[in-house]
Structures are given as structure tokens and as C-alpha cells.
């Protein structure tokens, strides 16, 4: 989902969700920052495969970048395909709850495909999140405020009238656990689904189509090698995640992150 520079943070907290929605969420991610001055510092997002719900508190807003687009208090966000920033001025607080794919169009009813690269503000559904936002802000503590989200979460769950498609819960789970490295007519003999019925219905729950959630996932993967430096040369993520060769890579990895894996090295 995110890449953090870690001198931009005095805090980052990674929680695991509580039973009843752990099913729908992946893990919850808590940033804090409470310096004095106005600064403003970026939070790079790269792809996932993951959408999500943002809280945040911030003197300033926070602004989605490059479109510099205001966020509201609490949104939800799709695939993120095309490399974004999250810029904010001063102290802030982010509380994320990192969804499983199909999740938002389970809970929320939004159409997945209208949030690629986008974040739709919630206060848009209902008058249930004017009092989620007062209950938010009247907390004050972060412990808190997940619990409200978390509560808010069971809620959607105990109204949803969805039910998770097993063949895309499914299909996503093998592509993950595969870290994106199986070819989709594999993936589909597996299933036993055809081309059209499998393309269909994974783009309706999750956004972006089968082909396009591997090539995340393979991504990710790599991103993550790279980041813990956990390699002796470059062609060891290459070929340790699929890629047919060195230059597949490099243009993968600047697709996802616009910058070349040696320049996003060099990032301070």
C-alpha cells in the first residue's frame, strides 16, 4: 500500500484486527506524527492489491497528490495502480484499515472500478458517518478510535447482503499465496471458471482484472525484497519473483513506483 520515510514519522504501528472482521480486514495501520512546526512531508502509495478506510486528523487536511485533491476526515480508497502521495502540513494521525480486495464493494456497495487510484469520501453513504465522524473525534485516543472503526466495520458486516463470492476469494487467495507468480489460465483450471465469466466477475469485486492483480502482487513482492534489502544482486528479485529477466522488472518497478529500482534506492 505504502512506503513511509521513516524520519517523517515518530510513530507507526502495524495492529491486527479483532476476530468478527478479520475476514474483511487485513491488518490496521496506525501513523503518527507530532511535530511542532508546519513541515510537510509526502507519503508515497505504490500497489498492492489492497483498498481501504482512512481516518485522519490533521491541522491542514490532507491532500492526495498529484491531483492535490482534499481528502475528507474518513474515506475509502481502491486499487492504486498509478504511484500517489499523500501530502499533509504539521502534526497528523492516520488510522488505516487495510481491506481485503473484494471488501469495499462487500460492505460499502461501491462500485470497485470507479475507485482506482481514487478515494471516495464516506460521509457521502449516510447520515451513520456524521455520527461515526462525532464519535471519532470525540474519542481522542487512537486505541479508541480503531474501536469505533472496528464497530462501525461489524456493522457492515451484519447488513451486508453479499456474500463473498467463493471463486474470487479463492482465485485472490491463490494469486497471493502464489505472490503472483501463476498464469491466469492456471488459475482458472484450478477454478474450473471460464475466461469471460472469471474476467467478469473479478473486475465487479475487485477492480482491476485478474491479469492486472497478479502483476500487483508480483510487484508488491518485489517491492518488498527490495525494501528489506533482502538480496545479493538485483537478478536475485528478478527471477526470485517471476519477472523473465532484469529490463521486465525495471520497467514494472518504475511503472508501479516512477522510479527505477536503483533511483528508488537512492530516495532519502
Known sequence: ???????TIMMESVLVPNDKVSNYVKNIFLLENDCADDKEVSLPF?????????FHISKEGVFLQPANKKL????????TIHPIELSIKGSYRLIIFQLFPFAAKMLLGVDPKELNDDCFDLNLLDQD?????????TAKKADKQIEIISSFIER????????IDSTIQSAINIIISHKGKITIKDLREKLHITERTFERLFVNQVGVNPQQFTKIIQFQN???????????????????NGFTDQSHFIRTFKKYTGKTPTE???TP
Open 1 to 7: 500500500m505504502f512506503t513511509i520515510l521513516s524520519q
Open 46 to 54: 505504490f500497489a498492492d492489491g489492497y483498498p481501504g478506510i482512512m
Open 72 to 79: 475528507a476526515s474518513i474515506f475509502l480508497y481502491g486499487q
Open 129 to 137: 458517518i456524521k455520527l461515526l465522524l462525532e464519535q471519532l473525534n
Open 156 to 163: 457492515l458486516i451484519d447488513l451486508s447482503n453479499d456474500n
Open 222 to 240: 518485489s517491492l518488498e525484497q527490495l525494501s528489506r534489502e533482502d538480496y545479493s544482486l538485483l537478478t536475485d528479485i528478478v527471477f526470485e
Open 264 to 266: 528508488f534506492q537512492k
